[in-house]
């Protein structure tokens, strides 16, 4: 079992930043790779970046690229993400997840790929 624990959401506006972690607990160990989700309103959780836990590799989806980084430390059990200039659409619940079952896909980038999540955090972007 792993428990993933989000913070550092909030409101902000157009164009400014905000960082949110990932305190991860449990069997830490066995964590492939973590990543970000968001879920607006009515539509569907969609992948936003994820990175290898023991190993190097980060991987981000289009829509943030060159705005958003993501990071982790080992030795605390959390991954970061820098989300800078943000946007009115980047505003969602945003959500931690881990895979453990398996190094394959290397980068996993659906929902389905991973098998513990946290309880969310919200994003607001203001215009």
């Known amino acids: 079992q792993v428990q993933l624990v989000e913070s550092g959401g909030g409101l902000v506006q157009a164009g400014g930043s905000l960082r949110l972690s990932c305190a991860a607990s449990g069997r830490t160990s066995f964590m492939y790779t973590m990543g970000w989700f968001r879920q607006a309103p009515g539509k569907e959780r969609e992948f936003v970046s994820g990175i290898k836990w023991s190993a190097s590799g980060t991987y981000y989806a289009d829509s943030v690229k060159g705005r958003f980084a993501i990071s982790r430390d080992n030795a605390k059990n959390t991954v970061d993400l820098e989300m800078n200039s943000l946007k009115p659409e980047d505003t969602a619940v945003y959500y931690c997840?881990?895979?453990?079952?398996?190094?394959?896909?290397?980068?996993?980038?659906?929902?389905?790929?991973?098998?513990?999540w946290g309880q969310g955090t919200q994003v607001t972007v203001s215009s």
């Open positions: 997840a881990a895979r453990t079952r398996s190094n394959i896909p290397y980068y996993p980038k659906d929902r389905r790929d991973f098998d513990y």
